[in-house]
């Protein structure tokens, strides 16, 4: 059977082509609705000190390498412009480097790292002094297979279990005989802390390696087994925000939710 030209499908409207930009669509839907800072995941939207700070240190970094970016690429694009064969031109002459220009483009790299790293550190120092007040809440947090364990404490407790550390540190105290804290509230999956207020968390696992991850709160602090790790976070809001387990920790990993729930102190 014979078709007339205006009979083919044509490269424009075909199949592929459209199944293609649908797809493209698709996925810039996707992409733009995961951006919103109203999603109870969003590292965008913050409600505490610890969040704000990692957040402004994002923009930095990353307005930054916006910045690298459009120089290189800008550079790029005038090399291949402005450089191109012509035709009727010949082979171009052949260089063998530029000893300035390579020296310029070891130092500004390093200059530039150096100039995002001090930010990079304060955050870092910041981020890893728990604030030592009266008001500090205690909570020692424990990852099992598969919920979250919340303790309560007194800082005296946790006094006298430092003390003990230290004392197995030095060696005249063994491990075993290491002072345990009591509690004096324990709950599972659910942390009522209260607004306005730092909460000193003591990180533990019972089993494998878990990552304590607050997106709105503080970002994420792995817990090792036989390994203490700390950190610290604060509410300036009221509200309820989702937390969950941001290291992949076993068959369940995806039960491993958890809500922080941030009240008024009357409350």
Not at 93 to 107: D, F, S, V
Request: hydrophobic share 45%; with cysteine; glycine share 6%.
């Amino acid at each position: 059977m014979l078709f007339s030209p205006q009979d083919k499908p044509t490269k424009r409207n075909s199949p592929q082509r459209r199944f293609s930009i649908a797809l493209l669509l698709l996925l810039l839907g996707l992409i733009s609705a995961a951006c919103f800072p109203e999603h109870p995941q969003s590292t965008f939207d913050t409600a505490g000190p610890v969040a704000k700070s990692q957040l402004d240190l994002f923009y930095i970094i990353f307005w930054v390498a916006v910045i690298v970016f459009v120089v290189v690429e800008g550079a790029l694009l005038y090399a291949v412009v402005r450089y191109r064969r012509r035709k009727g031109q010949g082979i171009p002459a052949q260089t063998h480097g530029n000893t300035p220009l390579e020296i310029a483009w070891t130092i500004v790299p390093a200059l530039i790292l150096a100039a995002v790293a001090i930010p990079t550190i304060m955050t870092i120092f910041d981020n890893a002094r728990t604030p030592d007040t009266e008001d500090t809440v205690y909570v020692s947090v424990t990852g099992h297979q598969w919920w979250w364990e919340f303790e309560y404490f007194d800082k005296s407790e946790l006094d006298k279990e430092e003390a003990d550390l230290k004392r197995v540190k030095s060696g005249t105290l063994k491990t075993q005989d290491v002072y345990q804290p009591v509690p004096y509230v324990v709950t599972a999956n659910e942390l009522h802390v209260p607004v306005g207020r730092p909460v000193g968390v003591i990180l533990r696992s019972d089993d494998v390696i878990h990552s304590f991850w607050i997106p709105k709160l503080a970002g994420k602090v792995d817990l090792v087994p036989g390994n203490r790790n700390t950190m610290w976070f604060q509410a300036d809001k009221a509200g309820e925000f989702l937390g969950q387990c941001g290291e992949f920790c076993g068959i369940a990993h995806a039960h491993m939710r958890f809500m922080v729930i941030a009240e008024d102190e009357s409350e």
